[in-house]
RNA sequence: GGAGAGAUGGCUGAGUGGCCGAAAGCGCAGGUUUGCUAAACCUGUGAACGGGUAACCGUUCCGAGGGUUCGAAUCCCUCUCUCUCCGCCA
């Protein structure tokens, strides 16, 4: 959420970050701003009243003690009027309040001054790349023919159980999905310093509107156990991002400053309900409604955000960097950014099968934006609550970072090497037709 | 799922209608004393929002929401969570 006293104080200059976004919104500054100001304004009327009906109890109070019963009951009298005048007001402010909130809970984050200016994916700068794309004597199958050689994924059953968008890992597939999960944890815990968590993957839907998910995009999300299990927190829904719980881990409480920053990793499946776009993507592992990921979250003072956004990239690289796979990093332009986020870095690595770059992370600094919603604050030295920044990165997505690794390092014969890091994990060194 | 108990400040824990933003203790911060440490003593010590250059002032907050009342931590209703016991269960 943006700062209210940035909008006010700042209007033209919010409009114009806004509008630098897909889908900015600037349009609705100047009702939100209307709104603000009526809220105000009725809030100082509500409790200039009751000011002054808390001074008249008081009295009404002192009169009884004195046993003055007779000036006690008039005074009553010319209070009681307050009361009914005091509740309507209220009850109107509530209703501009809630209005100005939902409005603004839909405003995304304002891109920081050095994300560059652009439409669509196309206008994001490459940054840095690793490697050059490798090559081969032979024609490099893609991870489907690859899959279904080495039997490592049954599409067709993953698709009975569940329908398409769902994987059936077997066998060698089986244990290199785990054998990746157990590496990155182990790399981001012991030479990352992260602290690894292992969250609920269902979560009530506050948890998706303190990181932004909700209610903007709340159409793209698994909501489970409607009725008669539904709880304190209405329905759940089952996690698109280990960022979702994790993030709100420290949900409404002041944290210490000695206590930043704060660094977790967490593997969680994830669950996106979001359609298959046509013809790109829709077969294969690509994109599909569920995936393993292991997930970087951070929690620092804003003087640190811009630093330990790149710390977070560098060891989401680190993974790439083990695994002997050709990457390029980008920097989101405006229009690509998400919802929360006010920087964001994503890390495509090279599949060669496909011929083309897959995402496998997502770096952002989202700032004070999901503390603000999820009123997370830190006090400072001088004693003042502050907003930290949050931060959220893939280190990495799994099914992504599968193909990208089976096509790598395929061989003519149809078996794949496993890279050196991994080989104590898995427990094999090259992965063959049985 | 059944029965009971509870939810108050950083913590423990008093408070059953006005003198309560809340006793007391612990913790924490500052000070005095002291060769150092420790101890003792004194003082202070929650948050949000709004107003003011500031000292400061106003409003709200005792699990959450509603009600009664001139006035609610305190009375009434609903909900949630926690603990104990029983049942069931990976």
Not at 176 to 202: C, K, N, W
Not at 234 to 260: C, D, F, M, S, W
Not at 279 to 301: A, C, N, P, S
Not at 322 to 349: N, P, Q, W
Request: charged share 25%.
């Amino acid at each position: 959420m943006i700062d209210i006293k940035l909008i006010r104080e700042k209007t033209e200059f919010i409009k114009q970050r806004l509008a630098s976004r897909h889908g900015g919104d600037e349009s609705r500054i100047d009702e939100i701003l209307a709104l603000d100001e009526q809220r105000r304004k009725g809030l100082a009327r509500a409790e200039a009243l009751k000011a002054e009906r808390n001074r008249a109890s008081k009295e009404i109070g002192a009169l009884m003690a004195k046993k003055d019963l007779a000036a006690a009951e008039q005074k009553k009298t010319e209070v009681a009027k307050i009361g009914p005048e005091i509740k309507a007001l209220e009850e109107e402010i509530a209703r501009i309040e809630a209005a100005r909130e939902s409005l603004m809970l839909f405003l995304p984050n304002l891109p920081q001054e050095s994300v560059p200016v652009g439409k669509s994916a196309e206008d994001n700068p490459v940054v840095r790349v690793h490697g050059g794309q490798p090559e081969f004597a032979f024609k490099p199958k893609n991870h489907i023919e690859l899959c279904e050689s080495l039997k490592l994924v049954d599409f067709a059953r993953g698709a009975k159980l569940s329908g398409s968008g769902f994987l059936l890992y077997t066998n060698w597939g089986a244990r290199l999905e785990r054998a990746l999960i157990q590496f990155l944890l182990d790399l981001h815990t012991t030479q990352h310093g992260y602290t690894e968590v292992s969250p609920p993957l269902m979560v009530g839907p506050q948890c998706l509107m303190g990181v932004g998910q909700f209610p903007k995009f709340k159409d793209q999300y698994y909501g489970v156990a409607e009725g008669d299990k539904a709880g304190a927190l209405g329905k759940l829904y089952l996690i698109p991002t280990a960022e979702t719980p994790v993030a709100n881990i420290h949900r409404e409480e002041i944290l210490a400053e000695k206590q930043l920053p704060v660094r977790y990793c967490a593997y969680t499946p994830c669950f996106r309900g979001e359609a298959g776009a046509a013809g790109v993507g829709t077969r294969g592992m690509i994109r599909v409604h569920q995936f393993d990921k292991v997930e970087l979250i951070k929690i620092v003072k804003p003087e640190h955000g811009a630093d330990e956004l790149e710390q977070m990239v560098a060891n989401a690289e680190k993974v790439l960097q083990l695994l002997g796979l050709h990457y390029r990093v980008v920097l989101l332009c405006t229009g690509d950014m998400g919802f929360a986020s006010a920087k964001t870095y994503d890390i495509e690595v090279w599949a060669p099968g496909q011929g083309s770059y897959l995402e496998v992370s997502s770096c952002s600094n989202c700032e004070d934006f999901q503390a603000r919603r999820m009123s997370l604050r830190f006090k400072s030295e001088t004693g003042e609550n502050k907003f930290p920044h949050i931060l959220n990165g893939s280190g990495t997505a799994l099914a992504r970072l599968f193909v990208a690794l089976i096509e790598t390092h395929q061989q003519a014969d149809g078996s794949v090497v496993v890279p050196e890091p991994l080989r104590a994990y898995l427990k094999a060194e090259r992965i063959s037709a049985a």
